[in-house]
């Protein structure tokens, strides 16, 4: 298998990660559909990454109860070492099963490892071998061509996804150095009667949010929010205190449900306070 081919069957994957994560989290968690992604583009790199390598390690491997049962454990890792990079990098938790059974740090449980290794199955003796028959119908060039391209987009998606999270973390640290210095050095010096006031307050703009605090005004732009809205539930240490002070996980999910059950005359664009 040349390169570009693996990198194709690692962009497939890719998607159909994207694909499971999205309906499952949309159906049985938000009810409400979400790009379940860190990247902008319907993909997780993260499945693509654990499809390849357990094609790889397992691909002369025919016992499908060792198959399952390898998948599962190079799957959990696979999603262990992510989790505890991108906390490290992105000083954020992404995900947590902690309220899950059998788990290990919130970062994997039991249940994804059961699913990881029933797809694995499903992908090496299945979809695997007639994926790879209809990229042999291809000529290398054009193999060459459509990997450089999907490479391309993905370059890109991670370019522009990773400046949106800069600029978020940028304008939290605004509002937390504000408040912060309000404080006189500590939130715990900061009365309800500062959050009840109109001192600070949140007001829709289009699907972005104006926050007010004290005298600084700052816009989160929809595709900050993005994070919030494909990761409910994430957790940002740093600024966290101030999240929950505004409200703003709270406020993205209300506005997401209006969105869901908006009328298609009505503009998306009216403001409307909500006073903290």
Known sequence: MIL???????????????????L??????????????????PYCPIYGTGAILCWIVLKENTNIFAVFAIAAVLCCTVEYITSFCMERVFHAKWWDYSNLPFQLHGRICLYGGIIFGGGVVVIKFFVQPTFMQLTALLNESLLNGLAIILFTVIGIDMVLTLGSWKGLNEHLSILHNTIYDKADGTFSK????????????????????????????VKLEPNELRFFRAFPNIHIPAYEEILKRLRIKEKIKMNSAKELHQKPDVSPDISAEDVI
């Open 190 to 217: 900061l009365t309800d009667r500062f959050w009840d006031t109109s001192i600070s307050s949140v007001v829709e703009k289009g699907h972005g949010l104006f926050i007010r605090v004290q005298n600084i005004n």
């Open 24 to 41: 499952v989290c949309s159906i049985f968690g938000e009810r409400r559909f979400i790009n379940r992604g860190f990247l902008l583009g």
């Open 4 to 22: 570009s081919e693996l990198f194709i069957c690692f962009f497939f994957y890719s998607l159909i990660g994207w694909l499971y994560e999205s």
